[in-house]
C-alpha cells in the first residue's frame, strides 16, 4: 500500500463500496415505506369501504352481533388480513381476528382516530399494535346511511411480517445489482 497506484485505487475502491451500499439500503427502503405501503392502504382502505357498503345491504349488520358475525364469516375466506365490524360507537359486533374474539359486546379502544370516523372520515394507521407487538397497516372505514349518518365502521388489518416476506424478492434484485455495480467498479479501478 506504498505505492501511489495503491492509494489512488484504494481512494476510488473504499467511496464506492461505502456509496453503493448505502444507496442500495435506501432504495429498499424507499421502495418499502413509499410504494409497497401506500398501495396497501389503498387496497386497504378500498376492501373495508366495498365491505361497508355491502354491509349497508344486509339488515341488522350494525345492530345485531349475530348478524353481524354471519356477514363476516361469509366476506373473510380466503383473506390474509383480520375484518372487524363495529357499530358507529365503537363496540365490536363481529371480528375474524381471534386476538379479538373475547371482546366481543365491548367498546374497542385502538380503533385508530374514532372520532375521525364519526365525523365520516376514513383513518389509516401503520405501525406497531400494542395487542399483537408486530408492525400492522391498519384501516378503518365508516358506514353511512342515506342520510349520510355514520351507522358502523369496518376495520381492515393486515400484519407487515407477512408483507416483508413477499419483498425479499425485490431486496434479492437489488442486493444483486448492488453487488454487480460494486464488481463493475473493482473491475475499472483495477
Known amino acids: 500500500m506504498r505505492s ?7 481512494s476510488h475502491l473504499i467511496p464506492l463500496f461505502v456509496i453503493i ?6 432504495i429498499i427502503s424507499l421502495l418499502n415505506s413509499r410504494l409497497v405501503l401506500n398501495q396497501l392502504s389503498t387496497e386497504l382502505a378500498n376492501q373495508a369501504a366495498l365491505i361497508a357498503e355491502v354491509a349497508n345491504t344486509q339488515p341488522g349488520v350494525w345492530q345485531d352481533r349475530e348478524v353481524a358475525d354471519r356477514y363476516l364469516l ?9 375484518i372487524m365490524i363495529l357499530d358507529a360507537e365503537g363496540h365490536l359486533l363481529a371480528t375474524s ?9 365491548n367498546y374497542i379502544s ?17 405501525g406497531m399494535s400494542d395487542r399483537t ?3 400492522v397497516a391498519d384501516v378503518a372505514v365508516p358506514a353511512t346511511n342515506a ?8 376495520r381492515v388489518t393486515t400484519e407487515l411480517d407477512t408483507l416483508n416476506q413477499n419483498f425479499v424478492e ?5 442486493i444483486a445489482i448492488v453487488a454487480f455495480a460494486l464488481l463493475v467498479g473493482l473491475g475499472i479501478a483495477l
Open 133 to 135: 407487538q408486530s408492525r
Open 170 to 174: 425485490l431486496q434479492r434484485v437489488v
Open 147 to 154: 342520510q349520510n349518518q355514520v351507522v358502523g365502521i369496518v
Open 110 to 126: 385502538d380503533v385508530p382516530e374514532i372520532t375521525q370516523l364519526q365525523s365520516g372520515q376514513q383513518a389509516i394507521f401503520v
Open 21 to 26: 451500499p448505502v444507496v442500495g439500503f435506501i
Open 97 to 105: 381476528n381471534p386476538n379479538y374474539a373475547s371482546e366481543v359486546g
Open 4 to 10: 501511489l497506484r495503491s492509494w489512488l485505487i484504494a
Open 74 to 82: 361469509a366476506i373473510s375466506q380466503g383473506h390474509h388480513w383480520d
